[in-house]
């Protein structure tokens, strides 16, 4: 979906600017409002190589990006390959994070790196920029692009680009840190922007250190979206706990716990109240076979009546009674 940047903040370098080809159609009407955004916003700061003219009249997929500062965060969802025609000789320092989500991203020749990057889902590559190089993706892609100031972390890559798997502990918090921005960055002041800009420096540096400060107050919200996103994927997994979870992320479970103190349930009724709605969407779909017993075992509940009185708790009926009511309604 086309949405206006909402800019805040001295020199408009706060605010996301994103397009969708399902809303603006395919080519050029996804593409062009989307680097036209980005070169009156960004483009002083972080200047754009020019893409091939498959990549500018065939596009299909959605772009945002997220800018804090001197700092950005680019996401890429596409159907279609995108790859650059012309680099230009622009002068570049800053840091470069490559997160793969789907498909592959090349880089061709990094000047650091003595040969091609390719960029897989599920890895990362993080390099000092200095010179423009050319990339390509597959025909189907998924990535998270962030940029950051040369000063901030050069010391630490200058000449040794990073790689490794996008399942790290450190990793996944920066990644769940990224997401909360994203879905906030819209309802931040200035002090706010800063203070998430920082965070996500200082989890750059985490993820170059393989470590991250757990203690610190600023990671709290990240930790505990990395753990719901961890449980998400585990839902009907038995082992699936507080301390697994924690082990995972490399964290005591008392540090997971403190993540959770300040919301609204503790992770332990998080994954409870995830597996109900799992178990209640799963109950009352079209031509669901599903019984109360099958779903107490997929979901790891005692037997069919604890099921049915953690579902009451929450849904204030019985799973029959929940079910007649959809019905109805």
Known sequence: M??????????????TFAVDAD?????????????????????????????????????????????????????????????TRAVGTYEHDEVRLYVGLRGAVALQDPHDQG????????????????????????????????????????SLVAGKPRTGQATSPAAQILMAHTSVVQRTVSDLGPAGAHASR?????????????????????????????????????????????ATIAAQLHVSVRTLQRAFASLDESFSAYIRRRRLEEAAEALTASGSQLSVSEAAALWHF???????????????????????RLRVG
Request: proline share 7%; aromatic share 10%; net charge negative.
């Open 2 to 15: 086309t949405s206006r940047p909402r800019f805040l903040g001295p020199g408009g370098k706060l605010g």
């Open 23 to 83: 809303s603006t159609g395919p080519g050029r009407g996804t593409w062009e409002p989307f680097i036209d955004t980005w070169n009156d916003r960004m483009g002083d700061l972080y200047p754009l190589p020019e893409f091939s003219a498959s990549t500018v009249d065939g596009f299909q997929g959605t772009m945002r990006s997220v800018a804090l500062e001197d700092t950005a965060v680019n996401e890429l969802w596409a159907s279609s390959s995108v790859s």
């Open 115 to 154: 040969g091609d990057a390719y960029v897989s889902a599920g890895t990362y590559f993080m390099h000092h920029v200095v010179t423009e190089n050319h990339f390509h993706t597959t025909p189907v892609i998924g990535t998270r692009i962030f940029i950051f100031p040369g000063d901030a972390l050069r």
């Open 198 to 242: 920082n965070a996500l420096l200082e989890l750059a540096k985490g993820l170059i250190l393989d470590h991250f400060d757990d203690r610190e107050p600023t990671f709290t919200p990240a930790l505990a979206q990395a753990a719901k996103d961890l449980a998400e994927a585990r839902l009907t997994d038995a082992e699936l706990s507080p």
């Open 302 to 324: 005692t037997d069919s009546s604890h099921f049915i009185r953690a579902f009451k708790r929450q849904y204030h009926a019985t799973p029959a009674q929940f079910a007649r």
